[in-house]
Each structure stands twice: as C-alpha cells, then as structure tokens.
C-alpha cells in the first residue's frame, strides 16, 4: 500500500485511533470522552464529551506565539484600501463585537445572520458568533431581498449584521435597503440590526431597532469577552445552500468536528504553515470562505486575505500581486475566475514574483484540463482540484501532498480524501459499481467524518429523507453528483443528479428560479435549465410559456417581457440567479403524465441528443426549443 493509502485505510478501518490523533490539532477545554458516536445513524457525533471553541482556536490559542503577527488583511481594490489586524488586534475587533452581539441580547444558541461584503467586519462578527456560542448564518450579498426573507425566517435570527453597501467595479451597492425590505417580507422579525458604515451609500436608520458598529465598536472598546465553552457537537453556523426543492436547506455544522477536520485538512491536503498567508479569492458567503477564508487559515495560524473586487480591477494583474506584496503561500480560486485571468494578457501574470506560491486549490464546479494546463503552465506550480460541497465543509476528493506527494490529473479533482468511504452506485438499483470507468452515483457511506454537516437546521427529517434515503435499498449519503472511477481510483465528477445548476462556481437551483421567473404575472409555466458555457462552466436559460401573447409579435416586445422578468429575478433573488435568456415557447416538452422533460431540454440547449423520448406527449415543444440553438 502507498503511504496515503495506509492513511485512508486507517481513517476507516481504525477511525477512533485516527481522528483521536488528529484531534491533537487543536486546543480542547475538556478531552473528548468519545471519538465517534455512531448509535444513531445517519447522524453522527464527534468528539462528544469534549468541550472546546472555534474562535479560541482561531484566534485567542496564538496570541502567546504570534500575537503580532499578520491574522487578518483586509484589501479592497473596490474602495483602495488595505488593512492588516495582527493576531492581538483581530482579538481585540472580536471582543467588541461579541461584546456588541452581548449587549443587542445575543446569547448561546441564538442565531445572527450576516449579510455583509467582503470587509474585516464581517469577518469579526463570524467569530464573535462562534466566541459566545451564537450561530452564524451568513448570506451571500449577492442574494437580494426574497432569498434573504426566507432565510430570516429558517433561521430566525436575533440580530441581523450588514452594512451600508457592498461596492462593484468602483460603485456602491446598497445592501440596506434590500435588508430592509427583506425584514418587512419576513414573518420573523430581529430585534437588532448592527451595521457597518462605509460611507458608500446613505442609510436610512430605524430608530430602536438599527445600531451603528462604530457606535457600539466605542462603547465596548474595553471590553474582554471570554470564550464560551461549548460541548463538540455544538452548532458553530447554518449555511444555505439549494437542492431540488424551491426552500433553501440550512446546512448545519458542528463545533469540535469543524476545527479537528479544518486542522487536519490545513496540515494534510493545504499544508499551510503558521505564519506563512492563505489567499482565498471566494466569498464569506459561501462554504469556502467559512472554511478557508476565515476558520481554516487562522486555525493554522496563518495569516488570511479577505479580498473586496474583481479579479481584473485594477487590472487582471491585481491578485498576482498581491501574491507578491503578501508573499502567498497557498492559494484558493475557482475555475470560472482562472479562465476569466486566461482571456486576458499574459503579460500581466509574468510582471509578478509568484516564487512564494506552493500550489493553487481550485473547487466549486468543475475544473477543464485546458485552463487547468494554462493555469499550470503561467504559475509554475501544482494545481490542485478538490471536490466538495456546502454540506462537507472540506474536500472530499482531491489529493493529500501532505502526506504523500502525488500528480493531478487533469480533470479528475483526485481521489477520495481520509474519512471519506467514497462509493458509485447504479441511479436506480443503488448497487455498487466496483469497475474502472463505470457512470454511477457518488455516495459517501456512514459514519461521515469530522466536519461533514450534523443536520438540516431544525429538519432532522429533511436531512435523513433528502441526503440519505434517495439511493434504493441503502442509506448512504449521496452527493447528488455523477461520477466515474477509472482504473487507478481517480474520480472524475459529471454533473448533478438533481436540479442544481452551477453557475461560476455559484450553487443554484433551478426550481428556485422557476418560481420566481412563475410570480410574473404573464407567465404561464416555466422550466429553467442548466446549459453548457465557455466562461462559466453553465447558465441558467429559461424557457417560458406567457400568459397573453398578443403583444409578442415582434423582438423588441419579447426582449422587453424578457428584461421585465430578469427584473423580477433579480429582486426577488439577486442578480447571482438571473439567467442568461428567457425564450419564449408555445409549451414545454413533457410527458404523457405530465412532467417536464427538463433533461431533454436540456440535451437539446447544448446541442446534444435528447436520448429516449418514448413518454414525449407531443414532439413539437422540443423542436421549437431545438429551433433557438440551431440558428
Ligand atoms: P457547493 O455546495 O456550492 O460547494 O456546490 C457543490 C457542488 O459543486 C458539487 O456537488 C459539485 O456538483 C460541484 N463541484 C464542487 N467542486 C467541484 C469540482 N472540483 N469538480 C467538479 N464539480 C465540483
């Protein structure tokens, strides 16, 4: 067996002794008393017994060793500034904002959502959350109102933080009165509001309910704000993400699992040393950015950058140097932005000293071999896919050159990670497919490791039906993705099973979309599907049925039906959902019983043959959609 084998091995095989060494990674109040209790599957405890903090571990267990070191650097290439907090001062920011969250009636166990850009003070309310035992919830500021209502109302949270404005090639984007709205839509109301003044766009406070962070910021300057202990299988945070249903799921995670699993993949797969920096492009809003913009570098002991911009503002330059200034060791992209840097001038890659750099990680959708290849060839280093999901907290598949170097191969995002006992199983008969380059279901049998979500926030049901009871006749955990093995266990990731799209790395799903395209008062029916793209790996395209069609008779009535329903999407769910087009259909392809033929649609949106189409009630709805790509 090669060494990362045994590894594996062991992780299954002998999992209590395994994660008890790796749970040597971090600072625990009190041991655990049980590495993995398992006695009520699919739900399994880690750690339990011990009692420890994610924030301590973060950020307080270094200030004897590195208080003066770089924790935190906060760039905005959007409002030119640049700020670095040391160990000691991101303590200090932490403090007064849990102080802040204390004050506002924030206790353990209370939720607070965070809708905020990328600055350092969203960065101090996520750990000001898990300091006191309070759960963060934190949305993509990309979402707009209606996505942001109904996330209020799943996680009913005590206090909202946020700020003025998010900002977007050199202008504001107000973020206030979207939060507004959103409360006035939600059923649950928060008490508080704790908000971030940039100065970008003018805010309109509510008196008794609104509070300024600077204001509160100078009434706790002073104040220490201990770490709450709180047991392992405490939950640090809900994150949502969407499945096949409208309803977005709160993916819950644990507190002791989080930070061992964090540590050890910091170690194992990123091998980021302390002191050295950690430059992760994504966004707090989603998972990556929990994990390895804030927790998993600061675990490490490593110093984060918490970048506000585009990848080509200034100029397509811009991250290169920063990996120069800030000596990067690791660094974490998606594909989508690494093929946006290839459209522009390589020049601008080889103006930088990029010697620092170990290795680039790149994950969220997949990963093509010819940007990879470029990417590869310009930065000299190893690109490292890694496959994973909200639901995961860290990778999945990939490669451990931590404990044994291996090469990548293009295209594969690796092999399956310590912990994880990966499996393919046949969609409909869920028996398990051994072979080399099989097509199947990627599951994850139980118990899944550290780290992996505890629940479904408040829906332990929809966790156990959704996730582990939608492979026949077992009940393991299934990805909701296909995938092949080939002949030396290298998987290879094909799309989701499910309605779930990936737009720029961004998870969406499209029955959302659809509901929201359907709230438009002439549309009749809709289905929305995901289509192949050069730049974003896939957009959104909608095929609409209108309601009255008497005013569509020429371009410029249906380009304006199609701007006034890109609208609605956009308020309702942010600009992240709109889709590429909405095209207009006499009906949509289904089946004798009714059902929309969505992989149909599909198939011909990328030119491809639609397969069986035996249970087509009438052919001519998908000839029509046919008709837009053939042109
Ligand atoms: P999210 O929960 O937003 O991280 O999205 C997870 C989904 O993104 C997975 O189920 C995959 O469909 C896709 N995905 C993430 N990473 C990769 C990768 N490295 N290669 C292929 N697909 C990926």
Redesign the pocket.
Known sequence: MTRFAEFHDKSLTQRDAFWAEQAQLIDWHTPPQQICDYSNPPFARWFAGGTTNLCHNAVDRHLAARGDQAALIAISTETDTERTYTFHELHAEVQRMAASLKALGVGKGDRVLIYMPMIAEAAFAMLACTRIGALHSVVFGGFASGSLASRIDDATPKVIVSADAGSRGGKGVPYKPLLDEAISLAQHKPSAVLLADRGLVAMNLVAGRDHLWADMRQKHLNDQMPCEWVDATHPSYTLY??GTTGKPKGVQRDTGGYAVALAASMKHIFMGQPGETYFSTSDIG???GHSYIIYGPLIAGMATIMYEGLPTRPDAGIWWSLVEKYKVTVMFSA?TAVRVLKKQDPALLKKYDVSSLRALF??????DEPTARWISDSLGVPII???????SGWPI??IANGIEKKDSKFGS?GIPMYGYNVKLVHESTGEELTGADEKGVVVIEGPTPPGFMQTVWQDDERFVKTYWQSVPGKMVYS???WGIRDKDGYFY?L??TDD?I?VA???LGTREIEESISSHPNVAEVAVVGVADNLKGQVAMAFAVVKDTSGLTDDAARAKLEGEIMKVVDGQLGAVARPARVLFVTALPKTRSGKVLRRAIQAVSEGRDPGDLSTMDDPTPLTQIKGFFSA
């Open positions: 993400t969407s989603w998972v990556v594909p790149l994950a969220g959708e997949p990963l896919d890694n496959y994973w999901q909200t639901e598949l990939t995002p990805t909701f993705d990731i799309g989701r779930v990936n790395g961004h998870r």
